[in-house]
């Protein structure tokens, strides 16, 4: 099945320090666009969904979040289409460090998560800001 559009992109910004509402609009919106471009891939949007909710919520709990960025790049070679999201915040000082918490811990599992969901996944630092991405392959 064909992909649609042939390049979509999706950005969401909000500046809003200790807002918990952000995190499950955020994810909403996110759900909803990729629900809009792949109507046929529930599994996918709720894997990539996952991975925005942990994203946006790491964002939230470190630092002031500053945006997301929900890129789809559909292509001819199939199996190699694949959604970049990257979750922008202000502390470019303090990329995300896997961790094993205790069993009974409530967090902590969240780079975990995204590391058995995506493709790949990483952290870019700019000036005043970074990037945290994961990339998620179309089955």
């Known amino acids: 099945m064909p992909l649609q559009?042939?390049?979509?992109?999706?950005?969401y910004q909000r500046e809003e320090s200790a807002l918990p509402t952000v995190v499950p609009f955020a994810r909403h919106q996110a759900t909803a666009?990729?629900?809009?471009?792949?109507?046929?891939?529930?599994?996918?949007?709720?894997?990539a969904a996952?991975?925005?909710?942990?994203?946006?919520?790491n964002a939230w709990r470190h630092s002031r979040l500053i945006g997301m960025?929900?890129?789809?790049?559909?292509?001819?070679?199939?199996?190699?289409?694949?959604?970049?999201?990257?979750?922008h915040d202000s502390r470019?000082?303090?990329?995300?460090a896997p961790r094993r918490p205790p069993h009974h811990a409530e967090h902590g599992r969240g780079l975990l998560l995204i590391d058995c969901l995506a493709h790949s996944?990483?952290?870019?630092?700019?000036?005043?800001?970074?990037?945290?991405?994961a990339r998620l392959n179309l089955p």
Not at 92 to 96: G, S, T, V
Request: net charge neutral.
């Open 69 to 87: 960025l929900l890129i789809l790049h559909p292509t001819a070679v199939p199996g190699s289409a694949h959604l970049y999201i990257a979750v």
């Open 5 to 11: 559009p042939a390049r979509a992109h999706f950005t």
């Open 50 to 57: 996952l991975v925005v909710d942990e994203l946006l919520t």
């Open 33 to 47: 666009t990729l629900t809009r471009w792949l109507p046929h891939h529930t599994d996918f949007i709720a894997d």
């Open 121 to 133: 996944h990483g952290t870019a630092l700019y000036p005043g800001h970074k990037a945290v991405w």
């Open 92 to 96: 470019p000082h303090k990329p995300p």
